[in-house]
Nanobody
Framework: QVQLVESGGGLVQVGGSLRLSCAASGSGFSINAMAWYRQAPGKQRELVAAIVRGGSTNYADSVKGRFTISRDNAKNTVYLQMNSLKSEDTAVYYC?????????????????WGQGTQVTVSS
């Protein structure tokens, strides 16, 4: 199984910045897409940003121009740079990674989730 470890959440004031990181570890795997989701209290989990192996990205309209997703393929790590944070960005942020992994003699797809990291933006 591919495991994800997130870091970088915390408390920040409105207008501030945070950088989230998510590192994937395991054996015999390759990553296709990496993404960040978030879930605020009482709301459904929503896609924030995603990036595929070739580098193409997409963002939720609410974060365009403020958040930047990037990845380091050599480190199997995805980042989310969050600038100009707003109170409505307060949520638990989850990393998601999709790819393929060799298990025994077969190649199988996987989708792993991080444990979540709290981001709180105070006014």
């Amino acid at each position: 199984q591919v495991q994800l470890v997130e870091s970088g959440g915390g408390l920040v004031q409105v207008g501030g910045s945070l950088r989230l990181s998510c590192a994937a570890s395991g054996s015999g795997f390759s990553i296709n897409a990496m993404a960040w989701y978030r879930q605020a209290p009482g709301k459904q989990r929503e896609l924030v940003a995603a990036i595929v192996r070739g580098g193409s990205t997409n963002y939720a309209d609410s974060v365009k121009g403020r958040f930047t997703i990037s990845r380091d393929n050599a480190k199997n790590t995805v980042y989310l740079q969050m600038n100009s944070l707003k109170s409505e960005d307060t949520a638990v942020y989850y990393c998601n990674v999709d790819g393929d992994q060799t298990i025994a003699t077969s190649r199988q797809g996987f989708s792993s989730w991080g444990q979540g990291t709290q981001v709180t933006v105070s006014s």
